[in-house]
């Protein structure tokens, strides 16, 4: 069985030869677990740990993102990031948002929005035949869009959230905005790739630790439009719809399973109400689940023979029946031994259906 035959049995909730296996991290993991275990570079990593998917994404061909100074970089949208050290490695942080004081839907028209000739969608070509034989998803960045985390990136989180209430009409045109540059880039994405892209990824976080951070009702309001405009592009192309948001969402699966949302990432079992047995049986035969190994509390700080039972408890409620993808429930960050993230794949490898 091919990784992408494994990946897309599972998808369609049906039982493979083995659990699929997701990957993602930092880059001073990458950094790590390479030198560590004796590899050149990151694709010797994922065939080490033997992993199932893929990314790719257009080239950016556009204006120079980045200034003299290695610490800071700005991205398509205009927003300009430091590089801010914490613990062992670090995260691009906003050093301002720059529609923070605009609050006139009109003057939005006189914004530098990004322009989708800045990408050249040609070396997708060359990078689906590379990876031929494995789940093919849209990597993290311009392929994978989000909603409210670039809302958040241009008006800062408070307006992000309360602009919904307080300045309706100029949230609405700001969405409007923002599709107006993510329609025709997708549009062009999956004309080039054509059928060959099985995961649509969105990236947009709506949960915090304890819960939502906006209503439902809001959510369904503000937020479900675009993300169904988006994706049905996608979903033309025969990709499903996978859609990452950390926190405690499980109020929302509803609504994300109505959206179309094929896949949820992650399964974020620290977060309130995310709990593996109650979503498998209440969701686990409408969309499949992607996560699971906690790393706020067992990849950190548990042993590897305790990473290992972690997974094969986890895999025991959440990979029966098809449905559920491994993986950690973030970007494995720097407190992960690398003993553990071995002891990990190597747990969810050996486990049977």
Not at 25 to 46: A, M
Not at 130 to 148: D, N, Q, R, W
Not at 209 to 220: F, R
Not at 249 to 268: A, F, M, N, R, W
């Amino acid at each position: 069985m091919t990784h992408k035959e494994r990946v897309l049995i599972t998808a369609r909730h049906q039982e493979p030869d083995r659990v699929p296996l997701f990957y993602r991290d930092v880059p001073e993991i990458e950094e790590r677990l390479t030198k560590d275990l004796g590899l050149r570079d990151r694709e010797e990593l994922l065939r080490y740990f033997d992993i199932d998917f893929r990314w790719v994404e257009p080239r950016y061909v556009g204006p120079s993102l980045r200034d003299d100074d290695p610490g800071y970089i700005r991205d398509i949208w205009g927003v300009e990031y430091r590089y801010v050290l914490a613990g062992h490695g670090g995260y691009w942080e906003p050093l301002a948002f720059p529609l923070i004081d605009v609050q006139d839907a009109a003057a939005l028209d006189d914004y530098p929005w990004p322009d989708v000739r800045s990408f050249d969608f040609s070396v997708l070509d060359t990078q689906l035949k590379k990876y031929e034989g494995y789940a093919i998803m849209t990597a993290p960045g311009e392929a994978s869009p989000g909603v409210l985390c670039t809302i958040q990136n241009l008006l800062g989180m408070e307006r992000a959230l309360t602009d919904m209430l307080l300045n309706p009409d100029f949230y609405h045109a700001l969405i409007k905005k923002i599709l107006e540059f993510e329609l025709p880039f997708l549009e062009r994405l999956f004309a080039a790739a054509g059928d060959r892209i099985d995961f649509f990824r969105i990236g947009d976080d709506f949960g915090s630790q304890q819960g939502l951070l906006m209503s439902p009702e809001l959510w369904h309001q503000f937020m479900q439009p675009a993300l169904k405009a988006m994706s049905a592009i996608a979903k033309r192309h025969g990709a499903f719809y996978y859609h990452h948001s950390c926190g405690a969402v499980s109020e929302l699966i509803p609504l994300l399973i109505k959206t179309g949302v094929d896949v949820l990432d992650p399964l974020q079992v620290g977060a309130k109400g995310m709990v593996p047995s109650s979503l498998k049986t209440e969701f686990g035969h409408e969309i499949c689940f992607s996560g699971g190994v906690d790393e706020q509390e067992l990849l950190p700080n548990g042993t590897p023979e305790q990473v290992r039972d972690g997974v094969q408890s986890l895999l025991d409620i959440m990979a029966r029946g098809g449905g559920f993808f491994v993986g950690p429930t973030h970007n494995f960050q720097c407190d992960i031994p690398t003993q553990n993230i071995v002891a990990m794949y190597e747990a969810a490898r050996n486990w049977r259906y």
